[in-house]
């Protein structure tokens, strides 16, 4: 492999980290703009459980310390959290679960008519 193809190689990794992370931060941000909480629904909680899960998932510090948690659960230990549509389920399991699927697709389509 020449020096062209992994500069080139290594360009295209640096801007897809790039944009992962710029993607990540907008979506944490407007998140965080929207007003409400995830626990709103259908169902009223009271305030005392409302702030009980706050302080459990880390929504009662300040808004810089969640995203650097947040971050720092990504990066370090590849953790999204629970997920809230499938209970019981984190969200990394469920993207590995659809990477398992996109490899065997990459796979076939790849492979030599």
């Not at 899960?53 to 300040?62: H, R, T």
């Not at 399991?93 to 659809?98: D, T």
């Amino acid at each position: 492999m020449n020096t062209k193809m992994l500069s080139y190689i290594l360009k295209r990794i640096g801007l897809a980290i790039l944009t992962v992370w710029v993607v990540v931060t907008v979506t944490f941000f407007v998140c965080q703009a929207v007003p409400g909480s995830p626990f709103v629904g259908e169902k009223a909680t009271s305030p005392a459980v409302t702030a009980a899960l706050e302080a459990k998932y880390g929504m009662d510090k300040p808004v810089m310390e969640q995203y650097f948690t947040y971050l720092g659960d990504i990066i370090l230990r590849h953790d999204f959290g629970p997920s809230i549509k499938l209970r019981g389920r984190t969200v990394a399991s469920i993207i590995v679960e659809g990477m398992k699927t996109s490899v065997k697709l990459g796979l076939i389509a790849a492979a030599p008519a």
